[in-house]
């Protein structure tokens, strides 16, 4: 394939209260992706987590799902109070719509797979296009352990393959273990290297798909904090950059409902990438999102024409000039040694590690130092893009998605009796956390798009 357009999904976290409604809300961003004539779409990490909603039908989650649509832009006046009420019982009660998801996942699984892959798959084949599922908390199919697992879907509704999160965030411990491996995702469209959030900060992962044969790398992410998405950003680019491939980079936003704590909301600037030399200002950029925090739909071709051009001609061809043999041999010994450091006390030295058979002499190393640096501790201390860094950022309420009870078992007379005041519109800029609920004009103009949220 010499050309392709592409199409990358910034989406927001909504707890849509039956599979169908889940289904609608996906084909707002799919009608907008065929109309462009995309062959791939991208969604983001943990947008996935909304197949598990539907599928819980206690009580207190039913409460949290009827607070989550009084709270959307379009919600009819009879939604937005109930909606009310339902938020504020949650809040009596505790809820831990986390917790409950947990639950789900330790008995029904099997089930959560099912409904993921009929829906991701179903929409490939309704829409012909070759989807990157949003990553999700689902069983591994090898072992069946609970994994942030993303899904690639052929346009007949196949599943191709999957990626799993190797390098967990906070937000994953206690529900999700680490995957294991980074293998590329062979589709009609190319050969797909697949990022699942802080994974893209180390370069040996891009540098390991770049030399599986991966002509782009998808990078999904799902960040809290402002910090996170600059880090997650700057490392897509990197990991593009350095191996001289296609990058897309899909952002969720919006409120998190799934946080431990009080969280700032999911924020990102979703972009499509391709190695400076390929893009019109020279800083790696095609076409990026110009909000965080709203829903949209991006779009670019990509020519792999001139991408493969590129490698022949680019006066710093690093797919040629690495001495894999060399490299190889020091890599492994050096990471050999840094396995062992966080074994380490302050005060022991470093252990001898026997170096390979036939490798050249090595310099003589200084001895570790005292107090060791991790890479989390340094600073970004540059970009690719104007207006970066993001505006500063202040720490937002979020809406407690808690449990919730059956309103049909309050007193008729109850609701007259609440002096609650009404809920605010997300139109007018407030809610959850106090920032609308925004989507892009074209999100807003897209035929059948205002049923979505009713």
Known sequence: MDRLIVACVQER?????TVEDYREDLRRFLRIAATKRAGLVVFPELAGTMIAPPLLKDFRSTLVKRADRGMRRRASFSQRLTGLFAYYMANLL??????????????????????????????????????????????????????????????????????????????????AQPGSAWDVIATEVGSLGLILGGDALYPEVGRLLAYQGAEMMIVLGACPTFELYQKVRTGALARMQDNQIFGIVSFLVGENPLARSQEEPFV????????????????????????????????????????????????????????????????????????????????????????PEEAPAQPAVAPAPTDQIHLDDLPVISSLTSR?????????????????????????????????????????????????EDETDEMDALPGASADRN
């Open 13 to 17: 976290m909504r707890l849509p209260e």
């Open 94 to 175: 505790r809820s831990d719509l986390r917790k409950t998801m947990a639950g789900l996942l330790d008995v029904a699984a099997a089930d959560v797979w099912q409904a993921y892959t009929d829906l991701f798959g179903g929409l490939a084949r309704e829409f012909n296009l070759t989807i990157v599922g949003p990553s999700a908390y689902l069983p591994d199919p090898v072992d069946g352990v609970i994994r942030n697992i993303a899904a690639v879907f052929s346009s007949s509704g196949e599943r191709l393959g999957y990626q799993a999160k190797v390098m967990l965030h906070g937000e994953d411990e206690g529900i």
């Open 268 to 355: 990102g600037r979703s972009a499509i990438l391709a190695p400076q030399e390929l893009t019109p200002k020279r800083n790696g950029v095609l076409v990026e999102m110009g909000n965080q925090r709203s829903e949209g739909v991006l779009t670019a071709e990509l020519d792999f024409v001139a991408l493969k051009g590129l490698w022949e001609s680019s006066d710093t061809p690093v797919r040629k000039t690495l001495p894999l043999e060399q490299a190889g041999k020091m890599l492994a010994n050096l990471y050999q040694k840094l396995q062992l450091l966080p074994r380490l006390g302050k005060e022991k030295a470093l252990p001898e590690v026997a170096e």
């Open 388 to 436: 970066w860094p993001l505006y500063g950022s202040n720490a937002k309420p979020k809406l407690p998605t808690e449990h919730l009870t059956d309103l049909a078992e309050l007193p008729d007379n109850l609701l007259e009796n609440l002096k609650i005041p009404d809920l605010p519109s997300r139109k007018s800029g407030a809610g959850r956390s106090g920032v609308a």
